[in-house]
């Protein structure tokens, strides 16, 4: 197995959003730092929104950790195709509220109570809902009224909001204003620059127990940035399986040739180049690009379904 081959105690590339493995770039610090804030003085409404894989799961769920430490009543829902009556009855069960009727009307005077109950006991409940680009307006429409769960000074819900851009296209539009006007806080995650992809491996390498020995060449990780566009998603999937292309070759180094020829099994190099030479930033117009969406979305695909070129490389482990 190529994890004690590379000294490792664990897998430091999974695709699973570990908040353990959370890597604090200013802008994700500055994230959390701001749900944090915006939750403690019950702002009401936050948004968290970040391109595809840029790490906003693994922040809520750093999130989370910190809330349950503090035993804030939280209510964490990520099934985000539902409908509002779905949406009610996920609340409840997550709070654990008991309300024998299932009418909106009831619930939602339960669900009143309750949180004048808490605020009364100076406690503070939280809505989490990940994936909400795909809520559908009657239930964002749901939640604009639970916004208005309040008393005369204080929101007695704290709403955090996390999604991809869509979610900020959707509050948009003119039926959802209202809700819109009602976002105290915005929080963004975004792709990681080349200096920042170099600390992130080296910081999930650290996490999994290396140690210290050189695993990527520095040239590897420029490799990784480039075809990766700094998607730590995509930083992951080509670091994996550099782990495990290198151990299959024997070589105690990961090269940016292995990085390439993965890049290639993925057709990521087909995704438009990054930005040129000396500049940090990405222009947003390469991540709007249809081709990037396209090959982007091809994959991140391949990477959740094992794909036959992978799972040969996996054979020969
Ligand atoms: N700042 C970070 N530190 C450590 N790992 C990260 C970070 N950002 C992303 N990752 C890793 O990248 C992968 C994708 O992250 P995550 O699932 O949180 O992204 P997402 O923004 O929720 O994606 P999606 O838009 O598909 O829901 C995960 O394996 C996660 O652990
Ligand atoms: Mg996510």
Redesign the pocket.
Same mark, same amino acid.
């Given at each position: 197995m190529y994890k004690s081959y590379f000294g490792l105690k664990e897998n430091p590339f +999974? !695709? +699973? $959003?570990?908040p353990r =493995?959370? =890597?604090? @770039?200013k802008q994700?610090e500055e994230a959390l730092t701001g749900l944090m804030y915006g939750i403690q003085t019950r702002k009401g409404f936050i948004t968290l929104t970040?391109e !595809?894989? @840029?790490?906003? @799961? @693994?922040?809520v769920n750093r999130l989370l950790d910190w809330l349950r430490q503090r035993r804030t009543r939280t209510a964490f829902l990520f099934n985000s195709r539902m409908n509002t009556s779905h949406l009610f009855d996920f609340i409840l069960a997550e709070f654990e509220i008991v309300c024998e009727s299932r009418t909106k009307s009831q619930q939602l005077m339960k669900l009143n109570q309750w949180l004048l109950e808490r605020y009364r006991a100076g406690e503070t409940a939280v809505l989490i809902i990940d994936?909400a680009q795909n809520l559908s307006y009657p239930v964002l429409e749901e939640i604009r009224m639970l916004t208005n769960l309040e008393t005369s000074t204080e929101k007695l819900l704290q709403i955090v909001l996390s999604g991809?851009p869509e979610l900020e296209e959707k509050l948009k539009l003119p039926q959802l204003r209202q809700l819109k006007q009602r976002i105290t806080l915005r929080c963004k995650?975004a792709p990681l620059t080349k200096e920042q992809t170099h600390a =992130?491996i080296a910081e #999930?390498l650290r996490i999994a127990g290396t140690t210290g020995e050189q695993i990527f060449s520095p040239e590897a990780m420029d490799t990784v940035h480039m075809y990766s566009l700094g998607i $730590? #998603?995509v930083v +992951?999937l080509l670091c994996e399986h550099a782990l495990i292309n290198t151990y299959v070759e024997q070589e105690r180094v990961v090269s940016p040739k292995i990085v390439e020829d993965i890049a290639r099994e993925f057709q990521l190099d087909e995704i438009e180049p990054i930005p040129p030479p000396g500049s940090s930033r990405i222009d947003n117009d390469v991540y709007n690009s249809e081709t990037f969406v396209q090959n982007l979305g091809e994959a991140l695909s391949r990477f959740r379904v094992s794909s036959p070129a992978v799972s040969s490389a996996r054979d020969k482990k």
């Amino acid at each position: 197995m190529y994890k004690s081959y590379f000294g490792l105690k664990e897998n430091p590339f +999974n !695709v +699973n $959003p570990d908040p353990r =493995y959370l =890597y604090l @770039t200013k802008q994700i610090e500055e994230a959390l730092t701001g749900l944090m804030y915006g939750i403690q003085t019950r702002k009401g409404f936050i948004t968290l929104t970040g391109e !595809v894989g @840029t790490g906003k @799961t @693994t922040l809520v769920n750093r999130l989370l950790d910190w809330l349950r430490q503090r035993r804030t009543r939280t209510a964490f829902l990520f099934n985000s195709r539902m409908n509002t009556s779905h949406l009610f009855d996920f609340i409840l069960a997550e709070f654990e509220i008991v309300c024998e009727s299932r009418t909106k009307s009831q619930q939602l005077m339960k669900l009143n109570q309750w949180l004048l109950e808490r605020y009364r006991a100076g406690e503070t409940a939280v809505l989490i809902i990940d994936e909400a680009q795909n809520l559908s307006y009657p239930v964002l429409e749901e939640i604009r009224m639970l916004t208005n769960l309040e008393t005369s000074t204080e929101k007695l819900l704290q709403i955090v909001l996390s999604g991809q851009p869509e979610l900020e296209e959707k509050l948009k539009l003119p039926q959802l204003r209202q809700l819109k006007q009602r976002i105290t806080l915005r929080c963004k995650t975004a792709p990681l620059t080349k200096e920042q992809t170099h600390a =992130y491996i080296a910081e #999930r390498l650290r996490i999994a127990g290396t140690t210290g020995e050189q695993i990527f060449s520095p040239e590897a990780m420029d490799t990784v940035h480039m075809y990766s566009l700094g998607i $730590p #998603r995509v930083v +992951n999937l080509l670091c994996e399986h550099a782990l495990i292309n290198t151990y299959v070759e024997q070589e105690r180094v990961v090269s940016p040739k292995i990085v390439e020829d993965i890049a290639r099994e993925f057709q990521l190099d087909e995704i438009e180049p990054i930005p040129p030479p000396g500049s940090s930033r990405i222009d947003n117009d390469v991540y709007n690009s249809e081709t990037f969406v396209q090959n982007l979305g091809e994959a991140l695909s391949r990477f959740r379904v094992s794909s036959p070129a992978v799972s040969s490389a996996r054979d020969k482990k």
